[in-house]
């Protein structure tokens, strides 16, 4: 636990604490984005790897020969 400080107003290490702060808050927002671009990539990935094509699915359809339709 860090012991309290006395900081008056418009000290520079007030402008010093602010900035910290700051930096901080953009780093863990670029980190929650990166995270959920990273989960989006792999989710697609995932998709195009879970089976076959539009193309394939939709031909699968009319491999079999139907005896009506011959």
Same mark, same amino acid.
């Given at each position: 636990?860090?012991?309290?400080?006395?900081?008056?107003?418009?000290?520079?290490?007030? %402008?010093?604490?602010?900035?910290?702060?700051?930096?901080?808050? &953009? =780093?863990? *927002? $670029?980190?929650? %984005?990166?995270?959920?671009?990273?989960?989006?990539?792999?989710? &697609? =990935?995932? *998709? $195009?790897?879970?089976?076959?094509?539009?193309?394939?699915?939709?031909?699968?359809?009319?491999?079999?020969?139907?005896?009506?339709?011959?």
């Amino acid at each position: 636990m860090k012991k309290a400080k006395l900081i008056k107003k418009d000290s520079p290490l007030q %402008e010093q604490i602010r900035t910290e702060k700051r930096t901080r808050k &953009i =780093k863990v *927002k $670029q980190v929650k %984005e990166r995270k959920t671009i990273d989960v989006t990539r792999q989710w &697609i =990935k995932q *998709k $195009q790897s879970d089976g076959p094509g539009a193309r394939e699915a939709f031909a699968s359809l009319f491999d079999e020969s139907d005896p009506q339709s011959a």
